[in-house]
């Protein structure tokens, strides 16, 4: 029973409640009613779909990695530009990727990160998490592109949940 | 509001614009169902981006809020623009949406 009333996550309350103060027109006693609700609801809803607590060591780098991911969102976005617009056919490609990682969280991670850099969208993952499918718009080689993600989104993503 | 954000909000109307612009074009002119998966995820991601920080800058020059809402909603948008386009790829993949001629490999069986 008092499972039930507890917060399972609590970094996850906290965020959701944080949230829920932004999003809300300045804070009063209403929208603080409501996050604390959200933020007990939602954690007890999702519960079941969260993998194991991650051994997530290195979070002072996660930093890093968003602001690498941000730069390359906006060069990925030139180049998909430019290839819309020049009279050139791209030449897409299914790929297998090989995963080193093994956290679910880690492989999430890096599958949205794929989706949203230069020329990629992971499609699917295999079910034994060892491989991701990927599709590049225009691939030079499946090897080029394996060994792009591999060093600059993987390895610095395995050094965080090491 | 000074002459200088005015040019940047303007600056960034129009860089998102056009970039949105750019996403809806690639979705007319790409070849098959997978290689229009890449127009959203980012061409419109950056678009999306760029009006958000002009919406930032101009809340902020009237002096209003600090617009906290918007880089939220960007925030949002970055962590939902994968999984949708992963969604799509998926259902693709389940009823066998056929590649355009010249594809390397094959989307797998599912």
Redesign the interface.
Known sequence: MFDRLSFPQPWLSLILFA?WQ??SDGVSGGSVVLGLILAWVIPQITHGFWPERPAFVKTWRMPVYILRVLKD??V??FS??WL??SPR????????YPLTLDHPLAISIL??????TP?T????V?DDNQTL?I?A?D?GS?QEVIDAIYNSYEKPLMEMFK | MSPFAEYAISALLLFGGA?TL??A??LA????F??R???P???T???VGAIMLSSVIYFSAMGEDIG??EI?ITVFL??T???S??ML??AA?HIGVK??E???????E?
């Open positions: 949230t932004i999003l969102i906006i990925a976005s998909v530009a819309i617009l056919t791209p030449r897409p490609a299914f790929i297998s599958a949205s990160t794929i989706s949203l020329g969208v992971s499609a699917d295999s499918l599709h718009l691939a499946d | 970039f750019i996403g074009i690639g002119r790409l070849p098959d997978y290689t998966l890449h127009g995820t980012k061409a991601t950056v678009g906290i809402s939220l970055l962590m623009a994968p999984v386009a992963n790829a998926k993949m590649t355009v010249g594809t390397d490999g094959k989307p797998w599912q």
